[in-house]
């Protein structure tokens, strides 16, 4: 694809952003095990960070998905994985269900917020008992009059400890498996909504990650995203948008990590010369450059057929699957290449590998992915 004036310009912005307003703090948000999201998010709103592709009406800036593209491009530059990540749960995977099929009055009430960064927000799909098999939550949500009436828990919610409403996907029906789940704002001041617990994680420290507890939390039927019984189908459509951001971020990443690596096997020096000259880790190196390089244009072949409203599920499958192994790869060489120093949680290449293991589990585990990918081509049906 081809970036406009108005791209370079925009990433330049975040760049800058990242450069000012993110990376000097990131030591003391990963020992805080959280970020001040309420403070971060109305600075990105200001910069026209949030809500892309949403309606100006609600909040948006009215622009297509290549703009969201250069944006996690730009914060997969962040020193850590955890912040982007958290940025685009608002972004991304709590908000187009919402944009897509909610209300007007939704969208005024919640999602207009959302996009000027005064309410954070998350997505509660995981439960304790169910993670990547979405078909198997437990949490209910049972119609009393006008209000649903909600019991259950949900694992593993990015943003938890600070969200004021949450996209629920919970069940509205007795009919089991795909069918009969809804997508339902709640609010997270509403009576019977609790954190149960925050969650200490290997990796991803600056975000924060809990254990959502309902219990029997009422919120209206008028909560309800789209129709009633429609949230599997509306989910799996948001998990595409998970998957794209998700690949995006971490390229940019790898490709980051490679450039410090060999920056830092230029100075540093072994034998009478510098670690660079050793042809082995050249290949090496060069291998995964390629590697990461492919992934950043097969990403944005993706983008820009998602912009023009093609089915990309099978590209977003692939991308997300390539890019959590990939990212493991180069993880593994930066802190191998870094010897001892990159073993030192006081240097970056620890962290950087910490991070990083979480891309082949969350938004849909290499297993699925590869569940999703082997059905498409025929083969796993009866």
């Known amino acids: ?54 309606d100006v009406e609600y909040g948006g800036q009215g622009a297509d998905h ?19 990540m958290a940025i685009a749960v608002q972004t991304n995977m709590a908000t187009p269900a919402l944009h897509r099929f909610g209300s007007h009055e939704l969208k005024e009430k919640y ?58 996907l919970a069940r509205t029906s007795d009919e089991g498996g795909f069918v009969g789940m809804s997508q339902i704002i709640v609010p997270t001041d509403a009576p019977g909504f609790s954190v149960g617990r ?60 490679l450039k410090r690596t060999v920056e830092y096997l230029h100075q540093r020096e072994a034998f009478g010369k510098p670690l660079i000259a ?20 097969y990403n944005r072949v993706a983008a820009a057929r998602f912009a023009r409203g093609e089915d990309v599920t099978r590209m977003a499958t692939i991308a997300k699957l390539n890019v959590g192994k990939l990212s493991r790869q180069v993880a593994d060489a930066c802190v191998q290449y870094h010897g001892g120093m990159g073993y030192a949680e006081e240097n970056w290449p620890a962290r950087y590998m910490r991070d990083t293991r979480l891309i082949s589990i969350g938004g849909g585990a290499d297993e699925v992915m590869l569940r999703i990918l082997s059905l498409m081509e025929g083969m796993g049906r009866r």
Request: aromatic content about 8%.
């Open 198 to 257: 925050k969650i200490e994680k290997m990796g991803n420290h600056s975000s924060d990650t809990a254990e959502l507890v309902f219990d029997d939390v009422r919120v209206p039927v008028s909560n309800t995203i789209g129709e009633v019984g429609t949230g599997f189908q509306q989910q799996m459509k948001q998990f595409q948008d998970e998957r794209l951001v998700g690949a995006y971020l971490s390229v940019a990443g790898a490709e980051r990590a």
């Open 278 to 297: 050793n042809q082995y880790l050249q290949y090496n190196l060069a291998e995964l450059i390629a590697s990461v390089d492919m992934q950043i244009e």
């Open 66 to 84: 290549t703009y969201t593209l250069v944006l996690m491009e730009e914060l997969g530059r962040c020193d850590v994985a955890g912040i982007p």
């Open 111 to 168: 999602l207009k917020p959302a996009m000027e960064g005064t309410a954070v927000v998350s997505v509660a799909v995981s439960e304790p008992d169910a993670g990547s098999d979405v078909a198997n939550i437990k949490t209910r949500a049972v119609r009393d009059g006008d209000d649903w009436v909600i019991n259950g828990r949900k694992m593993w919610i990015t943003n938890g400890t600070q969200a004021d409403w949450i996209c629920l």
């Open 1 to 54: 694809m081809q970036f406009t004036e108005e791209h370079n310009a925009f990433r330049k912005v975040v760049r800058e952003f990242v450069e000012t307003e993110i990376n000097p703090y990131v030591d003391e948000w990963e020992a805080a095990r959280t970020f001040p999201a309420h403070e971060l998010f109305p600075k990105l709103a200001a910069i026209g960070a949030l809500g892309l592709e949403y």
